[in-house]
Structures are given as structure tokens and as C-alpha cells.
């Protein structure tokens, strides 16, 4: 179970969150180009910044980031536009591939709502193939909860309104205090996406 970063402070905004994705580009004489895609979902980069900062917040920043060992550990973030009265509406998420025995998958997000499952691409039909849980998963992400337990191999995904759960990691692997709070303070601290787990 991964940590999950401090719902409070609250970033300011703009928080940035840059999808990423990862396409392999072979350029032919003739000027053409052939695009092959790596992968299939992508993975997302946030930058936020607090540029108004107790000291008792900002050590709670430092705990963290040191708990993390810098760039070592992996953490969810969870996008906190929806909580400022932005609404962000998400498609073609992953939520995780079948096994033929798990029937209960963590969403990435929490406080969703508008859910549409799919498996293998097609949509199913809540109540009657699946249900939502509020909260319960990793990091209190919502889950969803099949009726029929999906087979092994098949990709479930999915599209919902609400605050987006990203695995994520430090860039700076080495920080001091004070170069960490004048980061948080101006530029912002970058995290970098990595795949779900």
C-alpha cells in the first residue's frame, strides 16, 4: 500500500499535471514518418507550488519528501482541482487487468462520480455488471466491484468525474531543507508520473 501525499497544505494554483506519453518516431528519406505507440496509458507529471507557508506546514512537506527518501519511493497524488470547485472529467483510464479471481479493482480517483466501466473496450452496465464503492481502495480510492469476476488478461477501464489518483515520485533526489521550501515557495516541486502499480 503506497503512501499518499498531504491533503493539506493545499497547493496553490495552477497545479500542473502534464499527461505523458511514449511514442517511438522513425523518420523514412522520403520525409514521412512511421509513429509506434509504447504505451498504452498515460503517466502524469504534476508541478505545484505554496507560496504561503506556515512552518509547521512546510515540515510537514519535509517529512514526507524525507519519508520518501528523495526520488526512491513511489506515493499517490490525487489531482485537488475537483476539491476548489473545478470539475475534471477523466477518460480511458486503466484500472487493472484481470486475473479470473480478483472481483474488486481500486478506481484511480476518489470522490468520483458519472462512472463508465469497460472491459476490453466494452461498456458495461452498472448494477447489473458492476457496482461503486466509495473509498476503501489504496490511498481511498474508490473501487468497483464486479458482478462476474472479469477473466484473466482482460483490460478494464474506465471514464469518471472527479479527482484524479496518480502514482508519482520526487525528480529532486537531493534536496536540503532550505532549497526545498524556497522550491515549494516559488518554482514548485516537480513529481514525476510513473505507471500504475
Not at 505545484?48 to 519535509?62: G, K, V
Not at 458519472?114 to 452498472?126: A, L
Not at 474506465?158 to 531543507?177: I, K, P, Q, S, W
Request: net charge negative; charged share 20%; with cysteine.
Amino acid at each position: 500500500m503506497a503512501s499518499t501525499f498531504p491533503a493539506s497544505p493545499v497547493p496553490k494554483e495552477p497545479v500542473l499535471i502534464t499527461p505523458r506519453f511514449k511514442t517511438l518516431i522513425s523518420d523514412f528519406e522520403s520525409g514521412g514518418e512511421q509513429r509506434r505507440q509504447k504505451w498504452l496509458y498515460a503517466k502524469y507529471d504534476v508541478q505545484i507550488a505554496f507560496p504561503l507557508l506556515e512552518m509547521s506546514d512546510i515540515q510537514t512537506l519535509w517529512d514526507f519528501y524525507m519519508a520518501r527518501k528523495g526520488a526512491y519511493e513511489a506515493f499517490w497524488f490525487f489531482d485537488p482541482r475537483p476539491g476548489l470547485g473545478m470539475t475534471v472529467a477523466h477518460d480511458g483510464l486503466y484500472v487493472g487487468t484481470g486475473d479470473g479471481a480478483t472481483e474488486v479493482f481500486d478506481l484511480p480517483g476518489k470522490s468520483t462520480s458519472s462512472q463508465t466501466i469497460y472491459v476490453d473496450g466494452v461498456e458495461q452496465t452498472v448494477t447489473t455488471d458492476y457496482v461503486i464503492l466509495t473509498g476503501g481502495g489504496d490511498g481511498s480510492a474508490d473501487r468497483v466491484d464486479f458482478v462476474g469476476i472479469p477473466n484473466a488478461g482482460e483490460i478494464i477501464t474506465c471514464d469518471f468525474t472527479g479527482e484524479l489518483r496518480m502514482r508519482v515520485r520526487f525528480a529532486a533526489d537531493g534536496l536540503n531543507l532550505e532549497l526545498f521550501t524556497l522550491m515549494l515557495q516559488t518554482v514548485g516541486i516537480q513529481l514525476i508520473g510513473l505507471a500504475a502499480a
